[in-house]
Structure formats: structure tokens, C-alpha cells
């Protein structure tokens, strides 16, 4: 079955750069989409379609991709932004889209 | 708004049956899938299928299809997940979310608890 790979955790210190890596066979051909879960809240999208930001959303998150990797990156990390994130994709190799998504990872704001 | 609102926790006991509830407003409940996520404690997202409420078109994830069933009543915008026998392992949070390739937005979540 098709997997997504992320890293369990990222530490960084406030007003740094965190970069959450998210590692898929299919990427190259599916789009990738990015959740914030805050203890005890549902999530959140944060990121769609590699790259696109919803509105609401503060300017220092923004996703990229490059092959069969996909990446969130946070600028000037604020104490807010400690949660989990995760990635989610589609694998569309079968009769119909299953929905897949990583395994989260921790971003810990030290 | 969009918004999904899900119905209240649960404490059920292993091999009783359960419907939760998921209830849209804001936007024409009938022209988007609606999909459900479990998320067990201190685990991660899984994705377990979704209904399309137009024509209640359902698919399944492999690792939930014949584990529960999934409905929605349009009349009434509303969403459903059930389990016929319950389990101890089906302890868990489950989040409903309007899905187009995205899941956008989600429901606060239903706190099941199984346990005799």
C-alpha cells in the first residue's frame, strides 16, 4: 500500500526556519496537502495542492515540492506554531483514490 | 461558514452497535464528499472512506472496508459512521471533513471510548 514518510519530529528555536519533510513514490504525479493539529483540536489545512496557503493562514507557512519529496516550511516560528503536522496525499493507482496520509510529525519550539 | 459539527462522545461496551453523527451547514451539503478520519490515542491520522451525499456514492479505505459503514441523509445534511459490534480497538477519536482532494474543514470530533 502507498505510504507517506515523515520525519516523528523537528525542534527549532523561536524566529528560526522549520522545514517538515513528507516522502511519497506517487508525489511527483499527486498533489500534497498539509494539516496543523494543536493538542486536543482537530486539524487544520495549512497548506494545498504543493504550495497554496487558504486564507487565514499566516505567510510563513508555505509548502514546496521536488520529486518524490514535499516540504513545509515555516519562517520565523513562533511558540504558536508547536503541534503536529502532517501530510496527505492521493493514490489513485486503483479502481478508486485512496486517501493517504503520514505518520505526523512533531514540531517542538524550544 | 462552512462548518461541521459531529455529535457528542461515546462510552459503549464491546459488541454494541454505534452511529455517529456528522451534520454540515454553510454550503450545499449535497455536492461535496464528506470523509471520516480515525485518529487513535496519541496516533496518527487514517483516513477510513467517504460518501459523496448527492447519490451516496461510498468508498472504503482497504483497512476499514466491512468494519463499519458509512451513510449520510441529505434531507437533513447529515453524515454518518456505524459499527455493528464494537470493539475495544475502536477507541478512538473520529473526525468527519468535507474532502475535494482536500480535507477542509473538519469536525471537532467524536471521543469513542469502548470498554467492559
Known amino acids: 500500500s502507498y505510504e507517506l514518510t515523515q520525519p516523528p519530529s523537528v525542534s527549532v528555536s523561536p524566529g528560526q526556519t522549520a522545514r517538515i519533510t513528507c516522502s511519497g513514490d506517487?508525489?511527483?504525479?499527486?498533489?500534497a496537502y498539509w494539516y496543523q493539529q494543536k493538542p486536543g483540536q482537530a486539524p487544520v489545512l495549512v497548506i494545498y495542492k504543493d504550495s497554496e496557503r487558504p486564507s487565514g493562514i499566516p505567510e510563513r507557512f508555505s509548502g514546496s515540492s521536488s520529486g518524490t519529496t514535499v516540504t513545509l516550511t515555516i519562517s520565523g516560528v513562533q511558540a504558536e506554531d508547536e503541534a503536529d503536522y502532517y501530510c496527505?496525499?492521493?493514490?489513485?493507482?486503483?479502481?478508486?483514490?485512496?486517501?493517504?496520509f503520514g505518520g505526523g510529525t512533531k514540531l517542538t519550539v524550544l | 461558514e462552512v462548518q461541521l459539527v459531529q455529535s457528542g462522545a461515546e462510552v459503549k461496551k464491546p459488541g454494541e452497535s454505534l452511529k455517529i453523527s456528522c451534520k454540515g451547514s454553510g454550503y450545499s451539503f449535497t455536492s461535496y464528499w464528506i470523509g471520516w478520519v480515525r485518529q487513535m490515542p496519541g496516533k496518527g491520522l487514517e483516513w477510513m472512506g467517504i460518501i459523496y451525499p448527492g447519490d451516496s456514492d461510498t468508498r472504503y479505505s482497504p483497512s476499514f472496508q466491512g468494519q463499519v459503514t458509512i451513510s449520510a441523509d441529505k434531507s437533513i445534511s447529515t453524515a454518518y459512521l456505524q459499527w455493528s459490534s464494537l470493539k475495544a480497538s475502536d477507541t478512538a477519536m473520529y473526525y468527519c471533513?468535507?474532502?475535494?482532494?482536500?480535507?477542509?474543514?473538519w469536525g471537532q470530533g467524536t471521543l469513542v471510548t469502548v470498554s467492559s
Open positions: 471533513a468535507r474532502v475535494t482532494a482536500w480535507f477542509d474543514p
Open positions: 496527505q496525499s492521493a493514490d489513485s493507482s486503483g479502481t478508486y483514490p485512496n486517501w493517504v
Open positions: 506517487a508525489l511527483p504525479k499527486q498533489y
